[in-house]
Antibody, heavy 118, light 109 residues
């Protein structure tokens, strides 16, 4: 069965970076894109960007262009999202979600809570 | 700045029918925006319901349907059940980027 299992909760100081992982299983990793979406407390969903798991090509939302990096390691079928220069506004649950080419979103990870606090 | 707009909240009676909409400030929503719909309950990850305007996942209950109505993407729930109380989000494609709507809180009362 398809699973996207994310890394555990993180607490970071302002100005630090965080790297969240998304371990995929149950399907051919390189056939899909992986997206990253975040949700601040009590707020809606915000698309951050995506990575083509086959080519490693990325598209980032304009809001995150200068401080997010999405990567993947096909040998361990894992995608990563690294966000730098954290502020309290980055406190949120971060999700990975799978997309088959052409807008077919289906499975989501369980979410990773990132708390930015001094 | 691309903005995707949904009704902030809607209320429906059990057994009733309700339509949630998803509009774009860039103009009419078409199938080229690949509309997706997601349901989210408190404390849970979002769950995909509809992809590319009208298509259901294997787990999507038959009472959910997607369409285009009046230049917007729409999600219709027919025969609403108490378990349908949740937040619903649409997602639209803008040539390399995706944008979520602000969400609709659906209350079943």
């Amino acid at each position: 069965q398809v699973q996207l299992v994310q890394s555990g909760a993180e607490v970071k100081n302002p100005g630090a970076s965080v790297k969240v992982s998304c371990k995929a299983s149950g399907y051919t990793f390189t056939d899909y894109y992986l997206h990253w979406v975040r949700q601040a407390p009590g707020q809606g969903l915000e698309w951050m960007g995506m990575i083509n798991a086959n080519t490693g090509g990325t598209n980032y939302a304009q809001n995150f262009q200068d401080r997010v990096i999405m990567t993947r390691d096909t040998s361990i079928t894992t995608a990563y999202m690294e966000l730098s220069r954290l502020t309290s506004d980055d406190t949120a649950v971060y999700y990975c979600a799978r997309e088959f080419h052409g807008g077919y979103f289906d499975y989501w990870g369980q979410g990773t809570l990132v708390t930015v606090s001094s | 700045q691309t903005v995707v707009t949904q009704e902030p909240s809607l209320t429906v009676s059990p057994g009733g029918t309700v339509t949630l909409t998803c509009a774009s400030n860039t103009g009419a929503v078409t199938s080229a925006y690949f509309p997706n719909w997601f349901q989210q309950k408190p404390g849970q990850a979002p769950r995909a319901l509809i992809y590319t305007t009208t298509n259901k996942h294997s787990w999507t209950p038959a009472r959910f349907s997607g369409s285009l109505v009046g230049g917007k993407a729409a999600l219709t729930l027919s025969g609403v059940q108490p378990d349908d109380e949740a937040e619903y989000y649409c997602l639209l494609y803008y040539g390399g980027a995706w944008v979520f709507g602000g969400g609709t809180k659906l209350t079943v009362l």
